[in-house]
């Protein structure tokens, strides 16, 4: 069974940053894509960042800069580091993972994720 658990999630002050990790198990982490997502109340559920099997890493436009995607394959862990942090950035954080082929493509849309995990709260203060 295949078990995404986040963590690292709160409430900080504008300007703050959190690191966000995601611990995987029951699937082969090192063959798998990981990204995270994030849902605000009342939006869709959103690319943020995402890293292939290969190390290759993608991210939202508008976060380039201030979020830092990577994984340790020793850990079975993807982090997600985020810097600056503004009030829009507040929502549920999300880390989904698929078993990839290439290596070097990530995926950005939320339908190409097999699995997911339950999320967790960042509330940024303004």
């Known amino acids: 069974q295949v078990r995404l658990v986040e963590s690292g999630g709160g409430l900080v002050q504008a300007g703050g940053s959190l690191r966000l990790s995601c611990a995987a198990s029951?699937?082969?982490?090192?063959?798998?894509?990981m990204g995270w997502f994030r849902q605000a109340p009342g939006k869709e559920r959103a690319f943020v960042a995402g890293?292939?099997?290969?190390?290759?890493?993608r991210y939202a436009d508008s976060l380039k800069g201030r979020f830092t995607v990577s994984r340790d394959n020793a850990k079975n862990t993807a982090y997600l580091r985020t810097d600056a942090l503004k009030p829009e950035d507040t929502a549920v954080y999300y880390c989904?993972?698929?078993?990839?082929?290439?290596?070097?493509?990530?995926?950005?849309?939320?339908?190409?994720?097999?699995?997911w995990g339950q999320g967790t709260q960042v509330t940024v203060s303004s």
């Open positions: 890293i292939s099997r290969a190390g290759v890493t």
């Open positions: 989904a993972a698929l078993d990839e082929i290439t290596g070097v493509i990530v995926r950005t849309a939320p339908d190409d994720y097999d699995y």
């Open positions: 029951g699937l082969t982490f090192s063959t798998s894509a």
